[in-house]
């Protein structure tokens, strides 16, 4: 892996008490954080603070290329891994069928870091299923009909290439399906009135999100997308965030930028450019807004 001087984050795990283990009956929710200090001269105590979420079946240790250059410029970045859905610890199909654990899991980082210490203003980013989390935490809402639709197959689920046949695993650890609450919850404002800008890379779920919602977002929000996304393509995902939301704004880091150019080491020229574009504006961003 190439090194960019942004140094390896501390690493730690939480426990949510109030959500349960996918995996271990009784056992609490994993959080997992990846903590970057700000590097450098401050130029503000304590310093700002951005919360980072992954892609689907990504992690928060993945992030680096975003959470890096935020630390190099004075910000604390703080990733997390979402439980069931981070290749860490390994995949459930409640991780990818139930979105709305994700801005859950950054509130109660948020929650922690703020025990521990006096927190600066706070920012949320995001890739691809990340970019929906950070928006939630602006009061982006799912849509509970369209849920309901998918996870009783009325409506096809698109296939995820990182869990084939999820919701068949899913039939198959519960047979009887998603609890109407669960459903009914998913539908919540998870907005966290302490987040005061949202920056999204290649956003996803936009088909899922409410217009209504959207609309209501009052927080500066900022897009980034690559022109040859084929898997949150612009105009299913991209676009409902970027029309929808009042305070938004955005552009495409390239038209050949496919949505891989943001996942995995050692990327490409072509991935690397996009990577550091898209870090470069998220600084420029969160300096406007956060100081």
Same mark, same amino acid.
């Given at each position: 892996?190439?090194?960019?001087?942004?140094?390896?984050?501390?690493?730690? /795990?939480?426990?949510?008490?109030?959500?349960?283990?996918?995996?271990?009956?009784?056992?609490?929710?994993?959080?997992?954080?990846?903590?970057?200090?700000?590097?450098? *001269?401050?130029?503000?105590?304590?310093?700002?603070?951005?919360? /980072?979420?992954?892609?689907?079946?990504?992690?928060?240790?993945?992030?680096?290329?975003?959470?890096?250059?935020?630390?190099?410029?004075?910000?604390?970045?703080?990733?997390?891994?979402?439980?069931?859905?981070?290749?860490?610890?390994?995949?459930?199909?409640?991780?990818?069928?139930?979105?709305?654990?994700?801005?859950?899991?950054?509130?109660?980082?948020?929650?922690?870091?703020?025990?521990?210490?006096?927190?600066?203003?706070?920012?949320?980013?995001?890739?691809?299923?990340?970019?929906?989390?950070?928006?939630?935490?602006?009061?982006?809402?799912?849509?509970?009909?369209?849920?309901?639709?998918?996870?009783?197959?009325? /409506?096809?689920?698109?296939?995820?290439?990182?869990?084939?046949?999820?919701?068949?695993?899913?039939?198959?650890?519960?047979?009887?399906?998603?609890?109407?609450?669960?459903?009914?919850?998913?539908?919540?404002?998870?907005?966290?009135?302490?987040?005061?800008?949202?920056?999204? *890379?290649?956003?996803?779920?936009?088909?899922?999100?409410?217009?209504?919602?959207?609309?209501?977002?009052?927080?500066? *929000?900022?897009?980034?997308?690559?022109?040859?996304?084929?898997?949150?393509?612009?105009?299913?995902?991209?676009?409902?965030?970027?029309?929808?939301?009042?305070?938004?704004?955005?552009?495409?880091?390239?038209?050949?930028?496919?949505?891989?150019?943001?996942?995995?080491?050692?990327?490409?020229?072509?991935?690397?450019?996009?990577?550091?574009?898209?870090?470069?504006?998220?600084?420029?961003?969160?300096?406007?807004?956060?100081?």
């Amino acid at each position: 892996m190439i090194d960019l001087g942004w140094g390896e984050p501390r690493t730690r /795990v939480l426990f949510d008490t109030t959500r349960r283990h996918l995996r271990e009956p009784g056992a609490p929710r994993p959080v997992r954080l990846y903590e970057w200090e700000p590097q450098g *001269v401050q130029t503000a105590d304590p310093a700002p603070v951005v919360l /980072v979420s992954h892609g689907t079946g990504g992690s928060g240790s993945g992030m680096g290329w975003l959470a890096g250059p935020l630390a190099a410029a004075g910000f604390r970045a703080v990733a997390v891994d979402h439980h069931g859905n981070d290749f860490v610890d390994g995949y459930e199909p409640e991780g990818f069928l139930c979105p709305w654990d994700r801005p859950r899991d950054l509130a109660f980082a948020l929650d922690a870091l703020a025990a521990e210490r006096e927190l600066g203003p706070i920012g949320a980013a995001g890739f691809s299923a990340g970019g929906y989390t950070a928006a939630a935490l602006a009061g982006a809402r799912l849509d509970t009909g369209v849920l309901h639709a998918l996870l009783t197959g009325v /409506v096809p689920l698109p296939e995820i290439p990182e869990f084939p046949g999820v919701l068949d695993a899913f039939r198959a650890k519960a047979p009887e399906g998603m609890p109407p609450a669960a459903v009914a919850a998913a539908g919540a404002d998870l907005g966290d009135p302490r987040v005061r800008a949202v920056f999204q *890379v290649a956003p996803g779920l936009g088909p899922m999100v409410t217009a209504e919602s959207l609309a209501a977002v009052r927080v500066p *929000v900022e897009i980034r997308w690559g022109g040859a996304d084929s898997v949150t393509p612009y105009e299913s995902d991209t676009r409902p965030y970027l029309e929808g939301i009042p305070t938004a704004a955005g552009r495409p880091l390239g038209a050949d930028v496919v949505h891989a150019d943001f996942i995995g080491p050692d990327p490409a020229p072509r991935a690397a450019r996009a990577r550091a574009e898209a870090a470069a504006d998220a600084v420029a961003f969160f300096r406007s807004h956060l100081g």
